[in-house]
């Protein structure tokens, strides 16, 4: 239950933002296809799975807040090559780890809202790992050749992001494997 009107308004951002860039990286996951990187497609579907469950968990410890809200987001646009659309995913997730989640957690933090402040660690140590994962696909797409990738797997209760293997145990949540989505070629 959120009790600070700064802290929902806050959930209701990330929630907005989040939802945006799940969004977002299905248009980009298409471009991806198209432009002949179908592993920077894979990461980017997978990457979107991990931003709509940080969109439901912001949502869910958003809970007994209801109405209708006017919602402020941050969002890349643009369609333009695989290159560049990774480029406004790095610029997205850079602005969530240096900027918005920080600020986020400590507010949260400061008014004692828990859920809230879980909600957005688990987006804020995500979001480091995307943008790691989208500064090597896009250094593969300069170079006209596609991310080397054999699959994604994702925690379903945080958004954890993992290249390539699946953990027997969430290091962020402390889940089990099987608690993974796994996205393959």
């Known amino acids: 239950m959120v009790k600070n009107e700064m802290t929902a308004q806050n959930l209701r951002s990330a929630f907005g933002g989040e939802s945006q860039a799940y969004q977002r990286y299905k248009v980009w996951a298409k471009k991806a296809e198209k432009d002949g990187f179908p592993n920077i497609a ?3 579907d997978a990457i979107a ?5 940080h969109a439901g968990n912001h949502f869910e410890a958003h809970g007994n807040v209801d109405g209708g809200f006017l919602v402020a987001s941050g969002a890349e646009f643009g369609l333009a090559s695989t290159a560049k659309n990774l480029e406004g995913a790095i610029a997205g997730e850079n602005f969530e780890i240096e900027q918005m989640y920080p600020t986020y957690h400590l507010v949260a933090s400061d008014q004692d809202e828990s859920d809230a402040v879980k909600s957005f660690y688990y987006s804020l140590e995500a979001e480091k790992i995307h ?3 989208f500064s090597e696909a896009k250094e593969a797409a300069e170079e006209g050749k596609d991310y080397d990738l054999e ?3 994702i925690c379903e209760k945080c958004g954890h992001t993992v290249k390539d293997r699946t953990p027997d145990q969430c290091p962020i949540c402390g889940v089990k494997k099987d608690r993974f989505k796994e996205f393959h070629k």
């Open 42 to 44: 894979l990461l980017f």
């Open 49 to 53: 799975y991990a931003e709509e469950i």
């Open 131 to 133: 943008s790691k994962l």
């Open 151 to 153: 699959y994604v797997s």
